[in-house]
């Protein structure tokens, strides 16, 4: 994985997870097939990058999707290069293949390889201040979110 935000001190830039505010993260990943993972994965996942913040769990079984379903208030460009992955959200799913690009923001999601050989994607990760998928949703109909009690 490569990282890089100018405004990081040198020392932090290998710890960046996801971006805050006015950063960038660039990376490229290699996602292994799925049934490479053990049972306890998104465990030892997200303790690797200090992203439990992101990670998605619910009562509706959002969690039970993939083990890497997560939500990131930054605005995210997945660029296939190599191999087939499969893009899993709220609502369905999409198998991109090299060449392939998704953007996405807010949007809960995890990355599945079904296949039997590693899926290489590149990611830019624009920092945003932080908005729900409901005022994302706001946004697009031209109606007011409403704010949570």
Known sequence: MVTHDDSAPAESIENIGFPTPGQTVFRVADFPPD?????????????EIDGHE????SDDGADQKHFWFHRTDSLDYAIVLDGEITLIVDEGEVTLKAGDVAVQRATAHAWSNRTDRIARVAFVLIGTEPISPAEIAAQRTG??????A
């Open 143 to 148: 109606a007011q979110a409403s704010s949570p």
């Open 35 to 47: 049934a490479s993972y053990p049972k306890n994965a998104g465990d030892t996942i997200f303790d």
């Open 54 to 57: 992101e990670r998605v769990t």
